[in-house]
């Protein structure tokens, strides 16, 4: 008698991560579709927040250019514009999202 076990296949690893690498790498689709998916897996908006404003200080300080600068000091004006506008954090960040280039 005969029985085979295999291991079931590993999942890809995606982590919260690859949207600070996707934010560093200037790839705008990467970076929705990872937004997206750490809002469907129950991510809080303000830790997906935080990882988008420590990838841009992080690209910021290796590479100091308008662009990256322009970064930082959108994504830490965000939250605090979100409230006085009265929007959640998650449609500021949608927002933000989709502006960059």
């Not at 991510?43 to 841009?56: D, R, T």
């Not at 662009?67 to 979100?82: D, F, K, N, Q, Y």
């Amino acid at each position: 008698e005969f029985e085979r076990f295999d291991a079931k296949s590993a999942k890809k690893n995606e982590t919260i991560f690859l949207l600070a690498n996707a934010l560093q790498a200037g790839k705008k689709k990467d970076l929705w579709v990872g937004y997206q998916r750490e809002l469907a897996a129950g991510k809080a908006p303000e830790a997906i927040h935080g990882v988008l404003f420590w990838a841009a200080k992080q690209a910021f300080l290796r590479n100091d250019s308008p662009r990256s600068r322009g970064i930082v000091a959108a994504l830490a004006e965000l939250p605090h514009e979100a409230r006085r506008q009265g929007t959640e954090l998650e449609y500021a960040l949608e927002r933000f999202v989709l502006s960059i280039a």
